[in-house]
């Protein structure tokens, strides 16, 4: 089944604690990318990646980290996470960047 | 910036009727895509629309890609408590030489029984 997965997919965590979410899809998609979801804000980008080893920054970067070293697979890490940071993050695939997007279930990150 | 206005932001209505969500634009986009996000999950793609005027109809669904191509519409019809969810709405454009998409912040529905 094509698919994009996220894990964990719920995590609680205290300020400064490192943390790594991973993502992996199963369609060969060369362009990925992580979201995170606020209520009134809507969808904002954080990181994307045309392909292995391109990464680049979205729209809210700060506090994030991000690596492609297989196609597959895109981690998202917060190396010092802040309470600012709780919040729905989705990762996506796509083959390219303003293709149908396939969104994984989600991730909810609270950070105390 | 490209920006996609999605209105209204909250709609809840009686099981049955008709309503209608907007996502407007004062840029103009080479294609737009409409996704429904449920409850626990992430977005799905519903249609997508290209041709300036276009219109594609989903079973209940309709989508219109105004003439400009700066804004659509979906309408339902006799909505169902199944189409609770929320409405995303996303334009396929250029921003610094790169083409990026760019989301509306959604429309929430909320279909009673």
């Known amino acids: 089944e094509a698919q994009v997965t996220q894990n964990p997919r719920y995590l609680i965590t205290v300020t400064g604690k490192k943390l790594t979410v991973t993502c992996s899809q199963n369609?060969?998609?060369?362009?990925m990318s992580w979201y995170r979801q606020d209520p009134g804000l809507g969808l904002r980008q954080i990181y994307y990646?045309?392909?292995?080893?391109?990464?680049d920054k979205g729209d809210v970067p700060e506090g994030y980290k991000v690596s492609r070293k297989e196609k597959r697979n895109f981690p998202l890490i917060l190396e010092s996470p802040s309470p600012n940071q709780t919040s729905l993050y989705f990762c996506?695939?796509?083959?390219?960047?303003?293709?149908?997007?396939?969104f994984g279930p989600g991730t909810r990150l609270t950070v105390l | 910036t490209q920006l996609l206005e999605q209105s209204p932001q909250f709609l809840s209505i009686q099981e049955g009727e008709n309503l209608t969500v907007y996502c407007n634009s004062s840029?103009?986009?080479?294609?737009l895509q409409w996704y429904r996000q449920e409850p626990g999950e992430g977005p799905v793609l519903l249609v997508t629309?290209?041709?300036?005027?276009e219109v594609k109809k989903l079973k209940r669904l309709t989508f219109q890609f105004g003439d400009a191509r700066k804004d659509s519409s979906l309408h339902i019809t006799a909505a169902q408590p199944g189409d609770t969810g929320l409405y995303l709405c996303?334009?396929?454009?250029?921003?610094?030489?790169?083409?990026?998409?760019?989301f509306g912040k959604g429309t929430k529905l909320t279909v009673n029984p």
């Open positions: 996506a695939s796509s083959f390219f960047p303003v293709n149908e997007q396939f």
């Open positions: 369609m060969n998609h060369e362009y």
């Open positions: 990646s045309m392909n292995v080893e391109v990464t």
């Open positions: 840029s103009v986009f080479s294609s």
């Open positions: 629309v290209v041709t300036g005027g």
């Open positions: 996303a334009g396929a454009g250029t921003q610094g030489g790169s083409e990026k998409l760019v």
